[in-house]
């Protein structure tokens, strides 16, 4: 009889995400070196989503949007391929969004992927995370301030578009999987590929 059930239940669980489109996302965070343009490029703007970079890989999945949900730019644009995302540890300054010095690399990387004669066209959004030190509005606007002044270096030291740049204050509310909250490794700066 428990056999029966047991069944049962990894059918139904079988059925249940069957009928829902999963999307696995892939997030490539770089902690000791910046990648090179051509590397970031790769990874955001490639057909080919699963390129070796190098980099350490996190998984985590999302569950579609309804067919007539209005399109985000801080959400993947379909169901049907993964979305590489591009984790940065770009640090700013004490309750501020001063850019430090040690993140200009990444940023440069980041700046010359966009000059890229293969990526001249496409569009990034910014996304700008923190810990879970303060209060959840607080870090959401902290990330906001954050991203936007990644979005000036980029319009200002590599004369992008401000069309082509996109930002989001995600504060707290996405979290490194299998890290503590407050973990230093959640105040990062996310890259992805805008619709």
Partial sequence: MSIVKNTGRGLFLVLMFWQVSVRAQEVKMYQDKAPTAEEMGDVLFSS???KKTGSVKMRSISFGKPKNAKLDPSEPVTADHQISIIGLPIKFGYDSAEILEQSKPYLNEVGKMLGLSNFKNEKLLI???TD???SEAYNRALSERRAQSVK???RVNFNIASDRLFVSGLGESKGLP???ANAAVNRRVQFRKAP
């Fill in 48 to 50: 080919e989503p699963n």
């Fill in 127 to 129: 996304e700008g995370h």
């Fill in 132 to 134: 879970a030190s303060g």
């Fill in 152 to 154: 000036k270096y980029l």
């Fill in 178 to 180: 299998g890290v503590s």
